[in-house]
């Protein structure tokens, strides 16, 4: 009887062991699984930020200073953007631009400007970003260049006073342009649901020598 008694409790023991070491290795692999998940979407968030501003750039690249509107100057830069590229030179050497093209912030569809998620994709107010070229033609076409744009850059808190994030802008929207000299500088913060309410996101930065 003794024997038996103490066999149970040693299988009770060995059990309750057994429990905790293969609780531990779930916990650990979940962790491991969240982490690289994480870690993952990231990466695929800075990839598509990065891609989108590079095409940005491509877009802006040989534009001079008198064909940017608004002239992104100062510290609050710009989130919307009508210029135009050089098309071609006359043979008495002159610069002959193309039609504007706009770059302009919009709301993701189904999404309001209201503090909610509305449109159930785990981000709060995200913007699309459009390139819309021969504007004001019949030619004129759109296309969309990034989505999950935040509403704000990385850091900002839209409080209307404070540069939150140092970088010398004022509560900037997460596409901003910003004009110094000739240098212009383009920043991208862009956002992915992680799911548990977890957002990922990510923020670059390039910049151009503007033509004069």
């Given at each position: 009887?003794?024997?038996?008694?103490?066999?149970?409790?040693?299988?009770?023991?060995?059990?309750?062991?057994?429990?905790?070491?293969v609780?531990?290795?779930?916990?650990?692999?979940?962790?491991?699984?969240?982490?690289?998940?994480?870690?993952?979407?990231?990466?695929?968030?800075?990839?598509n930020?990065r891609?989108?501003?590079?095409?940005?750039a491509?877009?802006l690249?040989?534009?001079?200073?008198?064909?940017?509107?608004?002239?992104?100057?100062?510290?609050?830069?710009?989130?919307?953007?009508?210029?135009?590229?050089?098309?071609?030179?006359?043979?008495?050497?002159?610069?002959?631009?193309?039609?504007?093209?706009?770059?302009?912030?919009e709301?993701?569809?189904?999404e309001?400007?209201?503090?909610?998620?509305?449109?159930?994709?785990g981000?709060?107010?995200?913007?699309?970003?459009?390139?819309?070229?021969?504007?004001?033609?019949?030619?004129?076409?759109?296309?969309?260049?990034?989505?999950?744009i935040?509403?704000?850059?990385?850091?900002?808190?839209?409080?209307?006073?404070?540069?939150?994030n140092?970088?010398?802008?004022?509560?900037?929207?997460?596409?901003?342009?910003?004009?110094?000299?000739?240098?212009?500088?383009?920043?991208?913060?862009?956002?992915?649901?992680?799911?548990?309410?977890?957002v990922?996101?990510?923020?670059?930065?390039?910049?151009?020598?503007?033509?004069?």
């Open positions: 009887m003794d024997a038996r008694g103490f066999s149970v409790i040693e299988l009770v023991i060995a059990v309750a062991a057994l429990a905790v070491v609780g531990a290795v779930s916990t650990f692999q979940a962790r491991t699984r969240d982490h690289s998940q994480a870690w993952l979407a990231r990466e695929k968030v800075e990839s930020a891609r989108a501003l590079d095409r940005i491509g877009e690249t040989g534009v001079g200073l008198s064909m940017l509107d608004p002239d992104p100057v100062g510290n609050l830069g710009a989130s919307t953007l009508t210029f135009s590229r050089p098309d071609s030179v006359s043979n008495a050497g002159v610069i002959v631009w193309a039609n504007p093209s706009t770059l302009a912030l709301l993701e569809p189904g309001l400007d209201d503090g909610d998620d509305d449109d159930g994709d981000l709060i107010d995200e913007r699309r970003l459009v390139l819309t070229r021969d504007v004001g033609t019949p030619q004129q076409a759109s296309v969309v260049l990034c989505t999950g935040g509403e704000f850059l990385e850091g900002e808190v839209g409080d209307g006073v404070a540069d939150d140092g970088n010398g802008l004022v509560d900037e929207e997460g596409f901003n342009v910003q004009r110094t000299g000739d240098l212009l500088t383009m920043r991208l913060t862009v956002q992915a649901g992680a799911g548990a309410g977890q990922i996101q990510a923020t670059v930065e390039t910049c151009l020598v503007l033509r004069n």
